[in-house]
Structure formats: structure tokens, C-alpha cells
């Protein structure tokens, strides 16, 4: 964070200095674990699940941070105190970013690909600037503010990842970091069951559009209906992405090879370039086509779009993460979350691999959560998606997922294609019992389904 003095805090965030000079100043990171404190740093007393962060204070305190905001006085040490601690470091990450008149924030929403195409653009335009983006996907009211507090007077690039629970949310972040390039890549399914239709989700996401700032550019999806219908939201620069013939930036050509990974030639501003994606599954195209028009927008060429795409890699994990064991079985660990969307997208990542490899297919899949009244519909869908590309073998795991069971064996699974178990212990003695070299295993499901530790599993076994 760049160096800011404790008066200027506390009037940005609407706070009270108490045992505190208004001259001392904050010249390290920003931090709500007492683990992760520096010296001249500032610490957030957050209010937790299992522990309130004032009891933290004077730990901090004696690590050297020069101030802790929190809701109350903490005696003997130098604190801002302020109503709420989440709403002011809000407030404390919006005042620093505006600071930084030469920052280039852009932000992106969406319903699955966020932090795909976040991983993807961070690395497209690094080599022209110093960059920060969020690690996994820290894009909520806790997380984004942090990450945009990272940003200091060197920093050209701030890709902001933003998530959406409510109507409103993308105001809220987009108020702590207004994007000069603002990018909704979809509307699917996910948190449909807090909001309600997708016709609420698209006005939700489409909130990144209303902000866009003046001279700005708005990023849409030219393949999603409900995307495109946002162009009269701004009117700042609009430009498209997709497979569709007018989309300003789009793909052409589009194949798949043995390992799962897309190449496409790919069309931007009169120019044509072959792109071989590092990347898993067919759904990275659209990922790397949003990530190339938002390279454009801030003054990339299409040749040095191509070459960024071209070499850039897979960074957070659990995201189509493919691992092969020393036996042969190769394990596709794509459990950080799930939606309709995501799943039908890894389901055809799969049986591509499969089919070029000739191997056995495996779908282990758990619940796909915040679906409300469309969750019994959905998993059902997914059950029966599953036996119509061919998956070979089908493992839903939890009650949630029994729908996905139900679904198969109603669309003309039989024998032993389609199976259920109430516990992820249950599961893994299938598949310990019945994997073979060769057999290529997704696993995935929603983040509190904890899939991702029978992934972990499965490559912790085979590794002993």
C-alpha cells in the first residue's frame, strides 16, 4: 500500500484516533490475520467465526503495525476507531486507489470463468506493467478490498475480480475500484437461488457495465443473449468477444487435442493469430477471448495477445487441474466450485480427453449449491447430460447429488455406469477398488461439498 498517514485514515474511513499521533504513518501491507502483520503495517480486526480479531491488538501491536482499525478502544494501543471495520476498510482501499491517477483497473464479473480469465489477463498484461491481481478468487467485500490495497504508485494494472450475491454487490466494489475496463462474461446459473431468475442475475452482473468510467471501454459476451443486452447500460466504448461472426474479438477454427487443451485462430482488429491454450476444456476459449479484448482495451496488440495466450498457464488450483498419478490414472480436480454451467463445461472437458485417449471415463460429482427451488432440476440435468455424452462411469456423492443418480439412471444408465453414496469415504473405496491405468477421473463439485479433498485424496494415495 502506498505510505498514508493516520489522519488521513481516519478521515477516509470516518474514524476516531485513539492512542495514535495523526501524523504517524502506514507504510506496510494491510492485514486481518496477526500472522501476516509487518512492521508499519496496518491491522483490521475483523469479527470471525471462531475468533474476534480484537483479541489480536496487542499482539500486533507489539509486531510493530502503526495502527489497528477497530470498533472499540483497545488499551494501550494505537488504534481508528470506526462503526464497522469491514465498511472502512472499503472505504481505506477506495481512498488509496484513488491516489493512483496512472492505476488502470479492470473488472470483470460473471457467472463461472471469473477467475480463469483473471488468471489469464493478470498474465497477458503483466509484461507491459507492474500488475495485481487477487489470488484463487478473492473478490468479495472482504477480499477485494485487500487486493486493491496492494496496488501502490508502481502498479499500472489492477485486475479486479468481483463476485455477486445480491443486487448491488458489483456497485459496492466498483465503488472501491472504478474500472476503466469493465467485462460481465456470462450469465448462468450460479446463486440463482439468492437471486431469484437469471433476468436478476443479468442486472445484477450488468452493474460492472453501469460503472465503466468515462473513457472507458465495456466488455461483453456477443454469445450470451442477456450479455450483448447490456451495450445500452454505458456509454463508454462497448466491445465484444465470442464465436460469433460480428464479435470484435472471436475465434474461429476451434479444436480440441488429446490432453483437453483448445487451439483456435484467433480475430482482432484486422489481424488473425493461432492460438494453442496451456488451459483445459473448451470453455477457456470464451475465457481467453474476454481476456484478449480487455488486453486490447489497454492498448495491446493482437500479436502480443496471441503470444500471452499462447504461453500462459494454469495459476489457481483446483480449476481443471489435471494430475496423472504414477499408476496411469489421470485425476481432473475442477472441486474449487460448481454451477449447471461449470459442470456441463468439465463434463465435455472429460469425455474429450477420454475419446482421444480411448480411456475409461469417470464423473465424481457432488452437490451444486445455491440452485433454491431449481436444485432438484438441475442435478437431474447433470445425471442425465452425463449418460448422454458417454461418460463411462458416474459417482454422485452426497444427498444433494442424488438427484444427479436419479437423473442417469432415469435417462438409460444400467448396471453399475451410474452410482450414489452418502459419504466421500464411500466413495473413495469405489474407486481405490475399480480405477485402472489409464482411467481419467473428474472430480467435482461445490467448494462446501468438499470434493476437493477426494481429489486430494486420490493423488496423496497414489503418491505413498
Request: proline share 5%.
Amino acid at each position: 500500500m502506498i505510505p498514508v498517514r493516520c489522519g488521513d485514515i481516519a478521515t477516509a474511513v470516518g474514524g476516531e484516533l485513539v492512542g495514535v499521533e495523526a501524523a504517524a504513518v502506514v507504510d506496510g501491507a494491510v492485514a486481518k490475520d496477526s500472522r501476516e502483520v509487518v512492521p508499519g503495517g496496518l491491522f483490521v480486526a475483523l469479527p470471525g467465526e471462531r475468533a474476534d480479531g480484537h483479541d489480536f491488538v496487542p499482539a500486533v501491536t507489539e509486531a510493530g503495525v502503526t495502527v489497528s482499525l477497530t470498533t472499540r478502544p483497545v488499551e494501550g494501543c494505537p488504534c481508528i476507531v470506526v462503526a464497522n471495520t469491514q465498511v472502512a476498510l472499503g472505504e481505506l482501499a477506495r481512498y488509496v486507489v484513488a491516489q493512483l491517477p496512472d492505476l488502470t483497473v479492470i473488472g470483470l464479473t460473471g457467472s463461472q470463468g471469473k477467475t480463469s480469465t483473471k488468471d489469464l489477463i493478470a498474465q497477458l498484461v503483466a509484461p507491459y506493467g507492474p500488475t495485481v491481481a487477487p489470488v484463487g478468487s478473492f473478490n468479495n467485500e472482504i477480499g477485494h478490498p485487500f487486493t486493491a490495497l496492494q496496488a501502490d504508485q508502481e502498479t499500472r494494472f489492477l485486475v479486479a475480480e468481483m463476485g455477486a450475491r445480491h443486487v448491488g454487490d458489483i456497485n459496492y466494489l466498483c465503488r472501491i475500484t472504478p474500472p476503466k475496463v469493465g467485462m460481465v462474461l456470462n450469465v448462468g446459473h450460479s446463486h440463482i437461488g439468492e437471486f431469484g431468475s437469471q433476468d436478476a442475475i443479468a442486472q445484477a452482473k450488468g452493474e460492472m457495465i453501469d460503472n465503466v468510467v468515462a473513457g472507458g471501454t465495456a466488455v461483453l459476451n456477443a454469445d450470451d443473449p442477456r450479455v450483448a443486452g447490456m451495450r445500452p447500460r454505458t456509454e463508454q466504448t462497448v466491445r465484444t468477444f465470442g464465436e460469433a461472426p460480428d464479435a470484435d474479438v472471436r475465434a474461429s477454427d476451434v479444436k480440441v487435442d488429446g490432453e483437453g487443451r483448445p487451439h483456435f485462430l484467433l480475430h482482432a482488429d484486422g489481424e488473425s493469430h493461432p492460438v494453442q491454450l496451456q488451459l483445459i476444456g473448451e470453455h477457456n476459449v470464451a475465457n481467453a477471448l474476454a481476456a484478449a479484448t480487455a488486453a486490447l482495451a489497454v492498448g495491446l496488440t493482437p500479436e502480443q495477445v496471441a503470444d500471452g495466450l499462447n504461453s500462459a498457464a494454469r495459476v489457481s488450483q483446483a480449476r481443471m487441474e489435471v494430475t496423472e498419478r504414477p499408476d496411469g490414472v489421470t485425476v481432473i480436480n475442477d472441486a474449487y466450485n460448481a454451477n449447471p454451467d461449470s459442470v456441463r463445461a468439465a463434463l465435455k472437458a472429460l469425455v474429450a480427453i477420454g475419446r482421444a485417449r480411448e480411456a475409461r471415463t469417470w464423473a465424481v460429482l457432488g452437490e451444486m449449491l445455491e440452485l433454491g427451488d431449481t436444485s432438484s432440476t438441475e442435478h437431474d440435468a447433470v445425471g442425465r447430460l452425463a449418460v448422454r455424452l458417454d461418460v463411462n462411469r458416474l459417482v454422485a456423492v452426497g444427498p444433494g447429488a442424488k438427484p444427479i443418480h436419479l437423473g442417469a439412471s432415469l435417462e438409460g444408465s444400467w448396471g453399475n455406469e451410474s452410482a450414489y453414496f452418502d459419504t466421500i469415504g464411500e466413495a473413495l473405496e469405489l474407486l481405490r477398488a475399480e480405477l485402472r491405468s489409464g482411467d481419467v477421473v473428474l472430480v467435482k463439485s461445490s467448494k462446501a461439498s468438499n470434493l476437493r479433498s477426494l481429489a486430494d485424496a486420490l493423488l496423496q494415495e497414489a503418491a505413498q
